[in-house]
Structures are given as structure tokens and as C-alpha cells.
């Protein structure tokens, strides 16, 4: 099968023709449909994922079809979503309905080849396949895999939002446009902040009030700006960009009792943040990682049915050439062009 592969940090990203993997019970294989570029590919690349094990096949959100499974038998030839956080099912955490955290996780394009192939190994075919209904395009698919799925787990299972509450989004790329369309959806007022114009025309576009920021912007007047438009501030925040300035901004902009939900990955692990404001309004600040398999269903009705439209979110698909170049070019900007596929057959 081809495959895009890179062996060393920053290193070049090539095509390369490579065995198809052979599953084994309880794995299952998956051909590949559509796979999307996300920042996190980007990030794995430039050697910010200590978990990434080198040669390298990027790639973790995807959708494709089912092409064995000794374990779920039924599911061969239909389409699926695979969760990039692919758990194990026996841990403790697997066992308490926390897949997503699983303390033995896999993930495809970091600690396993991932989706920038034409077929992806799955392991635990049981817990990690999700079965798709004919409703749900190729398109809207790929993003439930990373960004549509954790944008959705962070704003209704980790931020509880709420109709008659409020939200404000800092960093508008694919997770964060996600939160948008996910919020306006419940016609819930949101606030989207980030430093590109494109994206926050998507946003604009989207049903949120902009905030235009650079990157010298401080965040005590980020907040301010927030609350010009949601003076009593956000209910809750979303920082989807992996910049410790936007959580401060989010921390220092929300409404008492409110709930900050860090999405975004940083680069270090240390980070300073206005604790005070933490304690004396009663925040709470959340992470957010991924979503298990087995909390997939509302949000399938909710694509199914049109009612969510990850597919407007799409800007566009190249091959698996064009991901090389996509993938490397990624530096700078905050992922601010909507979500781009892979179509590893082209
Ligand atoms: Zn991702
Ligand atoms: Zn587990």
C-alpha cells in the first residue's frame, strides 16, 4: 500500500509503498476514505508528541471502510469512524466508560502508522470501530475521528453548556469551529477569538461574534474584548489553540462559577495562569481529550440528521503528495483554514 512516512523530526515527509497490514483477532483492518490534517499531525512532525515512535505514518482522523474483523465480523464493508484515542477496553479507565483517557491508548500517526495510507491497523476492533449511518458523508465523517468529536465531548459532556448560557471560543481552527457550529446549534450566543482573518470569517460565518487579536495581544484585554460583547463574561471557554496567553484570556474573561475547557495542546507541560481569578470566581478548568467510542451516538443523530454540518467545515482535499507538503506547511497560522482532507487514493 502507499503510505506518507517521515523518519526523523522536521525531517522529509515521502511517499512510500509499504506491506498492507495483516490484522490480527481482535484488530481489524480499515481502508481509508478520507483522513483530515490536523494541527496535532503537524505538531508530532516537528517532534512536540513525546509518544510519536519514528518512522513515523502520520495521520489519526479518518473514516474508512472495514476491510477485516475477526472479532465484530458484522461491521466488514461498512463504513466507519475510528476514535484516535483507540483504547484498550480492559483498563480501569475503559472499564469506568472512560475510553478516552485509557491508560493503555493507542493512537494512529503518533505511537501507531496512522491515516495517511490506504489502510490503517485498528486494534480492539470491539471498543474502536464506530459504525456510520448512510447519512453521514465521507466529509462530515473524517473530523468526528478528532476534531468534530472532541470539539462536541469539550462543549456538551466536559463544558455541560447549556441553552440560555453563553460561550467563547479562543483559536478558531478546526476544533474551535467545530465548538462554534456545535453552540450556535443550541442557540447559545458564542464569542470566537483568534488571530486570522480567514478564520474568523468562517466563524463570522458560523453564527459567532468575532474577536480580531495578534500575537502580542495580552490577555487581560483578549478578556476585556470578550466582554464588551458578554459583559457578565462566558459561561464557559473553550481554548482550542494550545496558546497559554488565550487560557489566561479565557480564565480572565469568564463569568463567576464559570468553566474554562483546555482543548488545545501546548508545548510544555508547565503553565502559568491567573489562579486567583481560579479561586475567588469559582472557575473550573477542565481538560478535554478525545471522545470514547462508546459515547458516539448523539452526535451521529445530530450529523445525520443535518442538524450538525461538519462538512461545511471542509475546505478543501489533496492527495497523498499534496498532505506531504499540507503537513509541513502548517507552522504559523492556527490551523485557520476550516478542516482539509487527505484522499490517500488520489
Ligand atoms: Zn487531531
Ligand atoms: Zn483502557
Keep these: 500500500m502507499r503510505a506518507l512516512q517521515y523518519s526523523s523530526f522536521n525531517g522529509p515527509v515521502t511517499i512510500e509503498e509499504m506491506p498492507r497490514p495483516v490484522p490480527e483477532d481482535p484488530d481489524a483492518l480499515v481502508e ?8 496535532s499531525d503537524f505538531r508530532a512532525w516537528t517532534g512536540g508528541d513525546p509518544d510519536v515512535v519514528l518512522p ?5 482522523e479518518f473514516t474508512g471502510i472495514v476491510r477485516a474483523s475477526a472479532s465484530t465480523p458484522a461491521l466488514v464493508g461498512r463504513r466507519v469512524v475510528v476514535p484516535f484515542v483507540m483504547a484498550c477496553g480492559d483498563c480501569p479507565e475503559c472499564q469506568r466508560g472512560n475510553a478516552q483517557v485509557c491508560r493503555f491508548q493507542r493512537q494512529p500517526g503518533f505511537t501507531d502508522p496512522g491515516s495517511f495510507a490506504e ?3 485498528v486494534p480492539r476492533a470491539r471498543v474502536n470501530l464506530v459504525p456510520l449511518p448512510d447519512a453521514i458523508s465521507d466529509d462530515a465523517a473524517a473530523s468526528l475521528g478528532c476534531r468534530f468529536a472532541t470539539a462536541w465531548r469539550a462543549v456538551t459532556a466536559v463544558g455541560k453548556l447549556r441553552r440560555g448560557e453563553s460561550m467563547a471560543v479562543f483559536g478558531a481552527g478546526g476544533v474551535g469551529l467545530a465548538a462554534i457550529m456545535i453552540a450556535t446549534a443550541m442557540d447559545v450566543q458564542v464569542v470566537a477569538v483568534d488571530v486570522n482573518a480567514k478564520a474568523l470569517e468562517m466563524a463570522d460565518r458560523l453564527g459567532a461574534t468575532t474577536v480580531s487579536i495578534t500575537a502580542k495581544t495580552q490577555p487581560g484585554e483578549i478578556a476585556d ?3 464588551a460583547f458578554l459583559p457578565d463574561g462566558p459561561d464557559v471557554g473553550i ?4 496558546s497559554a496567553a488565550l487560557a489566561s484570556a479565557s480564565l480572565l474573561s469568564l463569568r463567576r462559577r464559570g468553566r474554562h475547557v483546555q482543548v488545545g495542546l501546548m508545548d510544555e507541560e508547565m503553565t502559568a495562569l491567573p489562579i486567583g481569578t481560579v479561586i475567588s ?5 477542565l481538560g478535554s481529550h478525545g471522545m470514547a467510542g462508546a459515547d458516539y451516538s448523539a452526535l451521529l443523530d445530530l450529523v445525520a440528521s443535518g442538524q450538525l454540518r461538519p462538512d461545511v467545515l471542509v475546505t478543501g482535499t489533496v492527495g497523498l503528495a ?3 507538503s499540507t ?5 504559523g497560522s492556527s490551523a485557520a483554514n476550516g478542516i482539509r482532507l487527505v484522499d490517500p487514493k488520489s
Excluded: D, F, K, Q
Excluded at 32 to 39: A, D, N, Y
Excluded at 327 to 331: D, E, K, S
Design 225 to 227: 474584548r470578550v466582554r
Design 56 to 60: 513515523c505514518v502520520p495521520g489519526h
Design 239 to 242: 481554548e482550542a489553540a494550545g
Design 281 to 285: 470566581r469559582e472557575l473550573a478548568v
Design 119 to 121: 489502510y490503517v491497523l
Design 32 to 39: 481509508v476514505r478520507r483522513s483530515g490534517l490536523c494541527r
Design 327 to 331: 503537513l509541513i506547511g502548517m507552522g
Design 322 to 324: 499534496g498532505a506531504a
